[in-house]
């Protein structure tokens, strides 16, 4: 929440640029209405409890994005942490237990998040660096450890810990939701969230102003970690077999999900609401195309186009601001 | 004396760290060390060479490329499949020719639309990898001719002793550090990433700088194609699947920074050459496949962070 956004809700005209800052909840409720028209099955109860259970996956991995580029870096490594964590959870069951098993591959990510964030801390090296060398080594880790083969679970009883629903709403799909919402309360009501915006929005200006920059984003690469874990872990549960090639490019999807959502690249602006509506968008998107039978090139031809013209869209709308 | 010693370290860190895992693969691996296995590492390498010399044009005006996994994927089978039907000759200028059009789409968008690199290439890397199923309907390519066509030349046969893909990338990596460091384009491309408010100040085009970079970078991305699909006489539909991560894993170890401005052709040679020799001295060594990656991951790391301490003058930031 930085001061701008505050003066800028009061400005004249505010529904209108209301509308003009949220338009990913326009494109979504665009998507939503052409999808409910063109095809018999996409509104219905199961299905669209199906969208939001396939969105989590990415979502989670989103809301720890969102936290790192808000701080003004990225996370390319989320696919391959999610991976591990995956691995590890159901790898280690046999020998430790279920919940220890669990509770390795969670702290696996929330380890790898703090060793990125401490690596991007104290080098002082581009976040991109780091982490695409943190994304093929911990790929590398996670075939070394699974040696090429897909690992199962022995004891099917794993795959039905997610199988809660609130309606059509799985439980993963509302820890989702859970985790959405208790981050973006961080981002707007704790001090570190609000310092997450201004090192992001101006770093020196935050380092003047005596904030702990290298603290702020060891914090959020290890959350960043810590979430891709808890997305590889509730997959792992999903699947009840972790591949070695799990995850692969998700970090892209993750990128595409937040910058549709309307949060900067560069950092200082940005929030979950704006990722919840990123991440339906693009798993509305996905579902439709498939309900409507077109090819999976469609599909991926689409995506390409609608971040392009996502990004155009922000660059237009950023125009009118004033000072950037 | 100290200081000299120090100074010399932090220049040519890189370079001694280099030769010192070469001297201890060499040691303690017979074959490593000789003109066989040299020439297959340099062989393994000028793929993702020939598309690390155009890369290096985009990443030193301060931009990024992400899409030339993709569009190697979509230029091989391009490539392949345009040989069934035209020949040779014609595919070869077909592939020139698109990949071409597709940096020119990209340099576009970033340098003349001036939109988000990293965004942008990554829309191109999906778009790309659609098109590629669009095009070929999903299945793999064959050459039909595979024995008689003379588009083996490219990726199968040697000159002198040489394998002819060396020899693209050494005149790829020579024209390419012509242009860079004795043109006047060269120097706008440094201007340009080094501060692009001033060089646009001083009447240098930096939007089309940018453009022309991509559509370097799309030419590279091309010839690399070229190499590929008369190397595997084929194509499958993710066969460039990950390059672009091999390419800035190199373009990066050679020291050519991702903020701009700073960087050369030779270095990023020495970059994606010292993968290379690095995962073969591995693999001779009898490290499991997958240790290379571990230790690229470490190398990147200490690699850049040696560079920017030494720039900076301390280690830590």
């Not at chain 1, 609000?194 to 904030?211: K, S």
């Not at chain 2, 590279?220 to 091999?246: D, F, H, K, P």
Request: with cysteine; charged share 10%; aromatic share 8%.
């Amino acid at each position: 929440m930085s001061v701008r956004t505050v003066v800028r809700a009061k400005a004249p005209g505010a529904p209108t640029r209301w509308l003009m800052r949220n338009h990913i909840w326009v494109f979504l409720a665009l998507t939503f209405a052409v999808f409910s028209l063109s095809s018999p099955y996409f509104l219905t109860m199961n299905n669209l409890g199906n969208v939001l259970t396939q969105a989590a996956f990415i979502g989670i991995l989103a809301i720890g994005m969102t936290l790192v580029m808000i701080n003004g870096e990225i996370d390319l490594s989320v696919g391959a942490v999610l991976a591990l964590a995956s691995a590890l959870a159901i790898g280690l069951q046999d020998h430790i237990g279920v919940w220890p098993a669990v509770m390795v591959g969670f702290l696996s990510g929330a380890a790898l998040g703090f060793l990125n964030g401490t690596l991007v801390a104290l080098s002082g090296m581009h976040s991109f660096i780091v982490t695409l060398g943190g994304l093929i080594g911990i790929r590398g880790l996670v075939f070394i450890y699974t040696g090429e083969d897909a690992l199962m679970v022995t004891d099917f009883s794993y795959t039905e810990y997610p199988e809660i629903y609130l309606g059509p709403v799985s439980l993963t799909a509302m820890i989702f939701f859970a985790l959405a919402l208790l981050f973006q309360w961080v981002l707007t009501s704790t001090r570190h969230g609000r310092e997450t915006y201004a090192v992001g929005d101006n770093l020196q200006a935050a380092h003047d102003a005596g904030i702990n920059i290298k603290r702020h984003k060891i914090i959020n690469f290890t959350l960043c970690g810590a979430l891709a874990a808890i997305a590889g872990i509730l997959l792992s549960m999903r699947l009840g077999t972790a591949e070695p090639n799990a995850g692969k490019v998700w970090e892209l999807w993750t990128i595409i999900a937040v910058v549709l959502g309307g949060t900067r690249l560069q950092g200082g602006y940005g929030s979950l609401w704006m990722t919840i509506g990123g991440v339906l968008t693009l798993a509305v998107l996905r579902n439709g195309l498939r309900l409507l039978n077109t090819p999976n090139y469609v599909e991926l031809m689409v995506m390409g186009a609608v971040l392009i013209l996502a990004l155009a869209i922000d660059k237009l709308l950023s125009r009118h601001e004033v000072g950037r | 004396m100290t200081t000299d010693i120090g100074a010399l370290l932090r220049r040519h860190g890189l370079l001694l760290g280099f030769g010192v895992f070469l001297l201890g693969v060499a040691l303690s691996a017979d074959a490593f060390l000789s003109p066989g296995n040299i020439l297959d590492v340099l062989r393994q390498v000028s793929i993702t060479g020939v598309m690390a010399v155009g890369v290096t044009f985009v990443v030193i005006t301060g931009r990024l490329d992400l899409s030339i996994g993709s569009m190697l994927t979509l230029l091989t089978v391009i490539v392949v499949d345009q040989h069934n039907s035209v020949g040779p000759l014609l595919a070869i200028l077909i592939t020139l020719g698109a990949g071409v059009l597709i940096g020119a789409v990209n340099g576009a968008l970033v340098g003349l639309v001036g939109l988000n690199a990293l965004i942008v290439t990554l829309a191109m890397l999906s778009f790309l990898q659609g098109l590629v199923l669009f095009y070929s309907g999903g299945s793999n390519v064959n050459v039909e001719n595979a024995q008689t066509t003379w588009f083996a030349v490219f990726g199968r046969k040697s000159l002198l002793g040489i394998p002819v893909p060396v020899l693209i990338f050494l005149v790829t990596a020579i024209i390419g550090a012509f242009v860079l460091n004795r043109t006047v384009f060269g120097r706008q491309v440094f201007a340009t990433g080094g501060n692009g408010t001033a060089s646009r100040f001083s009447g240098i085009a930096t939007p089309w700088v940018v453009f022309w970079s991509y559509v370097i970078s799309g030419l590279t991305t091309a010839i690399a194609a070229i190499i590929m699909g008369s190397r595997v006489m084929g194509a499958q539909n993710t066969i460039g699947q990950g390059y672009e991560l091999t390419v800035l894993a190199g373009v990066i170890l050679g020291g050519t920074s991702l903020l701009g401005g700073a960087g050369s052709v030779w270095r990023t040679v020495l970059g994606i050459t010292m993968l290379g020799f690095i995962q073969n001295g591995l693999l001779l060594l009898g490290f499991p496949y997958y240790v290379q990656w571990l230790v690229t991951w470490a190398v990147i790391i200490a690699a850049v962070w040696i560079d920017l301490g030494a720039k900076r003058g301390r280690i830590l930031a």
